[in-house]
């Protein structure tokens, strides 16, 4: 039984693919070599939510293929820039990568082979050598999950939204409870100095029981 290959490689390779290389040339001859210098578009669909790679934008490779008795030996660098935003202000922020390519595509992925079940291999397929599963694989895992436009950016004002970057200045006089707005024209209390006077009719002005309340009793 066939050990498992990469998801992205159970379709057969497209030698339309700018990714898809013929390595017809080597043969099967271990130690033949040839490299590989070119630009290819990116596919599409290369990064996470938060930050990728534009479709067609340029991916430099720089690339070594040798074949050796399992199969095509790939080696080398991928150079492009990832774009996304700032997950702070939201700021367009442009990443270079650079990752390093190394992958064994094997002629024969079987257990006889020496392959587990479990076991995910790439596979020349006829004269075919397919880098977009490995090259995805690689640069997904350089991507930073949180971009950051700079390290100590200090995002938006949660009140406006407003950068706070683009004003250091920047901020919002204390909100006011409008439900407690009213109490800002109330005078609670005369000065201390003052003597308020109680209206004779008041109780607490009452020397004693009136004359003739006793008598009553």
Same mark, same amino acid.
């Given at each position: 039984?066939?050990? #498992?290959?990469?998801?992205?490689?159970?379709? #057969?390779a497209?030698?339309?693919?700018?990714l898809?290389?013929?390595?017809?040339?080597l043969?099967?001859?271990? $130690?033949?070599?040839?490299?590989?210098?070119?630009?290819?578009?990116?596919?599409?669909?290369?990064g996470?939510?938060?930050i990728g790679?534009?479709?067609g934008?340029?991916?430099?490779?720089?690339?070594?293929?040798?074949?050796?008795?399992?199969?095509?030996?790939a080696? $080398?660098?991928?150079?492009?820039?990832?774009v996304?935003?700032?997950v702070?202000?939201?700021?367009?922020?442009t990443v270079?990568?650079?990752?390093d390519v190394?992958?064994?595509?094997?002629?024969d992925?079987?257990?006889?082979?020496?392959?587990?079940?479990?076991?995910?291999v790439?596979?020349?397929? $006829?004269?075919l050598i397919?880098?977009e599963?490995?090259l995805?694989d690689?640069?997904?895992?350089?991507?930073?999950?949180?971009?950051?436009c700079t390290?100590?950016?200090?995002?938006?004002?949660?009140?406006?939204?407003?950068?706070?970057d683009?004003?250091?200045?920047?901020?919002?006089?204390?909100?006011?409870d409008?439900?407690?707005?009213?109490?800002? *024209?109330?005078?609670?209390?005369a000065?201390?100095?003052?003597v308020?006077?109680?209206? *004779?009719?008041?109780?607490?002005?009452r020397?004693?029981?009136?004359? $003739?309340?006793?008598?009553?009793?």
């Amino acid at each position: 039984m066939s050990a #498992s290959q990469r998801s992205t490689d159970r379709h #057969s390779a497209d030698r339309r693919s700018p990714l898809v290389f013929d390595v017809r040339l080597l043969g099967r001859r271990a $130690g033949a070599m040839t490299k590989v210098d070119t630009t290819v578009p990116a596919p599409a669909g290369l990064g996470i939510e938060v930050i990728g790679v534009p479709e067609g934008a340029p991916i430099e490779l720089d690339l070594r293929l040798e074949s050796v008795v399992e199969g095509v030996l790939a080696t $080398g660098t991928a150079r492009l820039e990832a774009v996304g935003e700032c997950v702070r202000c939201l700021r367009e922020v442009t990443v270079p990568v650079e990752v390093d390519v190394q992958e064994l595509f094997v002629y024969d992925a079987s257990t006889e082979a020496g392959y587990d079940e479990e076991d995910e291999v790439s596979l020349v397929q $006829g004269d075919l050598i397919d880098l977009e599963p490995v090259l995805r694989d690689d640069v997904v895992l350089d991507l930073p999950f949180q971009p950051l436009c700079t390290p100590d950016c200090s995002g938006l004002c949660p009140v406006c939204g407003a950068r706070l970057d683009d004003d250091p200045g920047h901020h919002h006089d204390a909100a006011v409870d409008p439900r407690w707005s009213a109490l800002g *024209a109330l005078d609670l209390g005369a000065p201390s100095d003052q003597v308020v006077e109680q209206p *004779a009719s008041h109780p607490y002005n009452r020397s004693g029981p009136a004359q $003739g309340e006793e008598s009553s009793r």
